[in-house]
């Protein structure tokens, strides 16, 4: 799922205090850039929490949310299904069966399963290999 999410940027003693008001979450930045990135970040590990907890994630309510006149608005892009590619790297065991032929052959070409496994799922559900 993708998203467009409106954050405020609100000038701090250093760098930016960074607002989701969709969200109702606060991360912060040491500069403009870093507040950005640092918004994407919280926006995308609040929304994958959400979907693991069953939530569905609001869709955004306004690209203009009320500000003060020192403060910033921008938008932050959001592929949570990206973001939970690239952050969720947690190992998990599988058990497999095999025919006892094919395991002694594999076994003795020194094959790894768990890449084999992992190769053949990407392939199957066609999952780019970036991450």
Same mark, same amino acid.
């Given at each position: 799922?993708?998203?467009?999410y409106?954050?405020i940027?609100?000038?701090a003693?250093?760098?930016f205090?960074? @607002? +989701?008001?969709d969200?109702?979450?606060?991360? /912060?930045?040491?500069? #403009?850039? =870093?507040a950005?990135?640092? %918004?994407?970040?919280?926006?995308g590990?609040?929304?994958?929490t ?11 309510? @306004? +690209? ?6 020192? /403060?910033?608005?921008? #938008?932050? =892009?959001?592929?949570?299904? %990206? ?6 790297l ?13 395991n002694?052959?594999a ?15 990407k ?9």
């Amino acid at each position: 799922m993708k998203a467009v999410y409106p954050i405020i940027l609100t000038p701090a003693e250093r760098g930016f205090v960074v @607002t +989701v008001p969709d969200l109702r979450i606060n991360t /912060e930045g040491d500069d #403009l850039n =870093d507040a950005i990135e640092m %918004a994407r970040d919280a926006i995308g590990l609040w929304g994958i929490t959400e979907q693991d907890a069953g939530r569905a994630i609001p869709a955004p309510r @306004t +690209v203009a949310p009320a500000h003060e006149a020192n /403060e910033i608005v921008s #938008l932050v =892009d959001i592929d949570f299904d %990206a973001y939970r590619r690239a952050t969720d790297l947690r190992a998990v065991r599988k058990n497999v069966t095999l025919p006892s032929w094919l395991n002694t052959l594999a076994e003795n070409a020194g094959v790894n399963f768990s890449q084999v496994l992992q190769d053949g799922l990407k392939a199957r559900l066609h999952v780019a290999d970036k991450y």
